[in-house]
């Protein structure tokens, strides 16, 4: 089946400091990839849509500046959380939308927590 | 604007005994409409899909789901729980109106599984 990886599946940092979390689709070719966040015993909120090769769509309320997005490839999109705070911490997932083989289905990674001291 | 409504936070069930998690959808357009599990500190796995193929979906672990327009319902279904299936499900709708396919999601209900 289809596969989604992130990395890193943990990291731990200092205010004001960046973090960048990769999200790949390991068997598949992904055009659209997803940003989500997740707190604690809550729904997932979508933050992002990532394009390959274009700028991302960013939902209302989530700013872009400080949420990097960069999809350079087709397995590939990386989310840089900018000068972090402990407000940010987090669970961020990622999903591939995979679009071969007759499907249309998000795939999930399997996140990353992301805590800010 | 599409969306879905998760009409329990939360349920117990025996292990061994039926698991019903309610789903209604709102939308103006033919939607898909999937449910994915989430255990604790993991990522989110499909467990079915719909695509308005077949009103009844077969996924994985022994659930099922139907899809009733009349009732815009999309309830998952198993006939007997066992102590693993205890996690968070998500019901989610598609947008395809949008152009992106974003996903909209449910707001969970967590399933416990009692011994």
């Known amino acids: 089946g289809a596969v989604v990886s992130q990395h890193p599946s943990w990291v731990i940092c200092k205010s004001g400091t960046s973090v960048k979390i990769e999200c790949r689709s390991l068997?598949?070719?992904?055009?659209?990839m997803f940003w989500y966040r997740q707190f604690p015993k809550q729904s997932l909120m979508l933050m992002a849509t990532?394009?390959?090769?274009?700028?991302?769509?960013?939902e209302q309320g989530v700013e872009k500046d400080k949420f990097l997005i960069n999809h350079a490839s087709l397995t590939l999109s990386t989310l840089t959380v900018t000068s972090a705070h402990p407000e940010d911490s987090s669970f961020y997932i990622c999903?591939?939308?995979?679009?071969?083989?007759?499907?249309?289905?998000?795939?999930f990674g399997p996140g990353t927590r992301l805590t800010v001291l | 604007a599409q969306s879905v409504t998760q009409l329990d936070s939360h349920v117990s069930v025996s292990e061994g005994t039926p698991v019903l998690l309610r789903c209604n959808y709102s939308?103006?357009?033919?939607?898909?409409l999937f449910w994915y599990v989430q255990h604790p500190n993991k990522g989110l796995q499909l467990l079915l899909k719909?695509?308005?193929?077949?009103?009844l979906v077969k996924g994985i672990n022994g659930f099922e789901a139907e899809f009733k327009k009349s009732e815009t319902s999309f309830h998952l279904t198993k006939p007997s729980a066992h102590m693993s299936d205890a996690a968070e499900y998500f019901c989610?709708?598609?947008?395809?109106?949008?152009?992106?396919?974003?996903?909209?999601f449910g707001t969970g209900t967590r399933l416990k599984v009692l011994a």
């Open positions: 990532s394009n390959e090769g274009s700028k991302a769509t960013y």
């Open positions: 999903s591939a939308r995979e679009l071969t083989r007759g499907r249309d289905t998000q795939y």
């Open positions: 719909y695509t308005s193929a077949a009103t």
């Open positions: 989610v709708v598609s947008d395809p109106p949008s152009g992106t396919y974003k996903y909209i």
């Open positions: 939308s103006s357009y033919s939607p898909s």
């Open positions: 068997d598949f070719q992904a055009t659209t």
